[in-house]
């Protein structure tokens, strides 16, 4: 899958930035190992043949905490971990994008990717991670998120797959949800070609906010009552 052709290629599309890849092998067996921790936990993986890069911003400030929030053990591991763990059996790559030159002790299926200046915003830290990505569709949360649920995302992927969604000029390029009326940056399911597209648009524009990545899109909202029946406390 390496090697195969991408369909078109964005503006700066060329030149992507400097991610430390895992082994390929290992990263498509979804078996990867923490320090101390023994083989990562699995829960259930939805039978599908999608192929999905899963993008998890990292490159945040952490002013609140005066430390790298996403090493903070929360129910005694590393909040970033929750996020790893939520999105493993819904893709056939992880990414995480943190800071320049921010160290990580990461999975052995986990690629680590990193912003080229620090603290640009979300949508800075998406466009490395759409540089990065392989699969034609990619699933974008928060490493700071522990509470994903993966029935919802698998929802939000699901928009994708009715033949030819992820082709058709009239399919979604972009899957968000609902909360009180507003639609949530996060997460965010998108294919891969058009938000790169757009991505760039906006940061040449100087725009840095997720939320208007969607808004670039043709972007399909999941209502807040159909994921609110998935995950209540969402």
């Not at 503006?11 to 400097?18: E, L």
């Not at 700071?144 to 058709?168: H, I, K, N, Q, R």
């Amino acid at each position: 899958d390496a090697g195969r052709p991408r369909p078109g290629t964005a503006s700066g599309d060329r030149h992507r930035p400097c991610a430390r890849r895992r082994s390929a092998d290992r990263r498509r067996s979804g078996h990867g190992s923490r320090a101390g921790s023994g083989p990562v936990a699995r829960t259930w993986r939805p039978m599908t043949a999608r192929r999905v890069s899963a993008v998890i911003l990292a490159g945040g400030r952490s002013s609140r905490f005066g430390r790298d929030k996403l090493a903070e053990p929360v129910a005694g591991r590393a909040l970033l971990t929750y996020a790893i763990d939520a999105v493993r059996p819904l893709a056939t790559e992880i990414i995480v994008v943190a800071a320049p030159g921010a160290s990580a002790t990461l999975p052995d299926d986990v690629t680590l990717a990193h912003d080229p200046v620090a603290f640009e915003g979300p949508l800075a830290g998406l466009l490395v991670g759409l540089a990065v990505a392989r699969e034609p569709i990619v699933l974008v949360v928060g490493g700071d998120m522990p509470s994903l649920v993966g029935a919802v995302l698998e929802a939000m992927l699901a928009e994708f797959d009715s033949p030819g969604a992820d082709t058709s000029p009239g399919g979604p390029q972009a899957v968000v949800l609902e909360h009180e009326g507003r639609q949530r940056p996060l997460p965010m399911v998108v294919l891969r070609q058009p938000a790169l597209v757009e991505a760039h648009r906006l940061i040449a524009a100087g725009e840095r906010r997720l939320r208007v990545l969607a808004q670039g899109l043709t972007a399909r909202v999941l209502a807040e009552s159909s994921w609110r029946a998935i995950d209540p406390g969402g």
